[in-house]
């Protein structure tokens, strides 16, 4: 497993540009990875599970679909109807 911070913040820096698009492409290696991220779209567009946390713990999981689509969890609603 491959533990990698948001790109994100890398994004966002504006003396590094272009540099997030040098992240590795994990769905096309063979590298197992779990990126961590608050961007909402990337985790929609390149998840294979998402997982949503709350005060340590994690709070829902499921596939993107279904996560994006019909979260369980009333603080994931919350955020989602924030951030969508």
Same mark, same amino acid.
């Given at each position: $497993?491959?533990?990698?911070?948001? *790109?994100?913040?890398?994004?966002?820096?504006?003396? !590094?540009?272009?540099? @997030?698009?040098?992240?590795?492409?994990?769905? $096309?290696?063979?590298?197992?990875? *779990?990126?961590?991220?608050?961007?909402?779209?990337? !985790?929609?567009?390149? @998840?294979?599970?998402?997982?949503?946390?709350?005060?340590?713990?994690?709070?829902?999981?499921?596939?993107?679909?279904?996560?994006?689509?019909?979260?369980?969890?009333?603080?994931?609603?919350?955020?989602?109807?924030?951030?969508?």
């Amino acid at each position: $497993v491959l533990l990698c911070a948001s *790109s994100s913040a890398v994004l966002a820096d504006s003396k !590094a540009p272009g540099l @997030g698009d040098k992240m590795p492409d994990f769905s $096309v290696t063979t590298i197992d990875g *779990s990126k961590f991220t608050h961007e909402m779209g990337f !985790a929609k567009e390149v @998840g294979t599970r998402v997982l949503f946390m709350d005060e340590g713990l994690i709070a829902e999981e499921n596939e993107p679909k279904e996560f994006f689509e019909n979260p369980q969890n009333p603080r994931l609603q919350d955020f989602l109807s924030k951030v969508l």
